[in-house]
């Protein structure tokens, strides 16, 4: 149940923006670009005001945004692991072609890999080790307990 507004200028809320909220969300939106498409100030003040006046707004935008990140992540890992695919494929010669489904691998992507590792374990990948208390085995650890879970 939305909470009671002060008196003054009415709301431009409506309940159809919960839905439309939780999907701009989910493609990417930021509060400026929100507070925008719902006409409002973009300084996200108003915005703020609808997700603390309007709970199942600030419900929807939270859902929106949190299924668009697990997407993502589950994206960013399958191009840094590896994956198979199957694709379509015309063979044949002057006497017309066929479509064969063909099954593809797609190598781990060394840009994921790097991006994952750095952000997942920043003490042992990242680029330039911290000048305070470098653990010089960090880095060989991180790699032998990554090697024991690799298949043979």
Not at 11 to 27: G, H, N
Not at 53 to 64: C, D, I, T, V, W
Not at 110 to 132: M, Q, S, T, Y
Request: net charge neutral; charged share 30%.
């Amino acid at each position: 149940m939305a909470a009671k507004r002060p008196p003054g200028r009415p709301s431009t809320f409506k309940p159809e923006y919960i839905e439309q909220v939780e999907r701009l969300a989910m493609l990417g939106f930021t509060n400026k670009e929100l507070a925008e498409y719902f006409g409002l100030a973009s300084d996200d003040s108003a915005l703020d005001t609808w997700t603390k006046r309007h709970p199942e707004f600030a419900s929807a935008l939270k859902r929106g945004r949190v299924e668009a990140d697990c997407k993502v992540a589950a994206a960013l890992f399958k191009r840094a692991t590896g994956f198979n695919y199957t694709e379509e494929q015309a063979v044949g010669g002057k006497g017309g072609a066929d479509v064969v489904t063909v099954e593809r691998y797609q190598i781990p992507d060394v840009g994921a890999i790097c991006f994952w590792l750095k952000n997942r374990h920043r003490n042992a990948w990242r680029d330039k080790p911290p000048e305070e208390a470098v653990d010089g085995g960090a880095m060989e650890r991180a790699l032998r307990a990554l090697a024991e879970r690799l298949p043979d």
